[in-house]
């Protein structure tokens, strides 16, 4: 099947995820969480990419973002990708490809979806029963969004700062939020959207990025085609 093209509208949030080469460690030691976390700070601000939320896990890493300009996302993570196999593999010493191809992405309904995101991405590692609480886990944007530790790779999205106006409740709000969970089925949603390249919302949404794309944003109908006369 034929990848369909990639888009990536102007302010529209956008789920990244990015997988090691047959699912294998892409971060070995500390130093190797530490050494990409600083080139993503570098180039989302070089390429103008909002980073909203992510989480590093051993083999593989989400972002959540939103671009300031049409290519920013596919910048962003063209020079991160060759920047950190270079290193990985001279710290390592070793040779090839690190990565599963290209990274997945798809676009995300900011008004219903976005915090569902942020949660989605910064339970990773306790869905994987690396950690009993998001707080526990270093490499994510939780004890940023919901510890209210500093960070300047993280940019808060309008909606996110719009829980609460003042920071101590917006952070207390948040951790209620994220200790609820991520609905099962909405977790399928946001694997096969991403999975797929298509977008995460309503589908009054989908059908206004296909309409300003002209990109298929849901799933194709299956079956043989009908003829005529049938």
């Excluded at 083999?59 to 959540?64: D, K, Q, S, Y």
């Excluded at 020079?79 to 798809?106: D, I, M, P």
Aim: charged share 25%.
């Amino acid at each position: 099947m034929a990848r369909l093209p990639r888009v990536s509208p102007i302010g529209v949030a956008q789920h990244i995820i990015q997988r090691g080469n047959n699912r294998q460690v892409c971060f070995a030691r500390e130093q190797d969480f530490g050494a990409y976390i600083g080139w993503l700070k570098e180039y989302s601000k070089k390429y103008q990419v909002d980073i909203h939320a992510w989480v590093l896990m051993t083999n593989h890493v989400h972002i959540l973002c939103t671009p300031h300009n049409e290519q920013g996302i596919s910048q962003v993570m063209q020079s991160l990708g060759r920047q950190y196999v270079r290193y990985f593999n001279y710290t390592h010493k070793r040779t090839g490809t690190l990565w599963e191809g290209r990274y997945k992405s798809c676009l995300v309904e900011a008004e219903d979806y976005l915090l569902e995101l942020y949660r989605y991405i910064e339970l990773n590692p306790v869905r994987a029963n690396m950690v009993a609480e998001p707080s526990e886990y270093k490499w994510s944007s939780y004890q940023i969004n919901g510890l209210g530790k500093q960070s300047e790779l993280c940019t808060a999205h309008p909606l996110y700062l719009a829980i609460d106006r003042q920071t101590s409740r917006r952070l207390e709000s948040y951790r209620a939020f994220i200790a609820e969970h991520v609905d099962k089925a909405l977790i399928t949603d946001i694997r096969q959207g991403t999975n797929r390249g298509m977008a995460i919302g309503s589908e009054e949404f989908k059908q206004q990025i296909e309409a300003v794309t002209d990109r298929r944003m849901r799933p194709a109908k299956m079956g043989r085609p009908k003829v005529k006369g049938e």
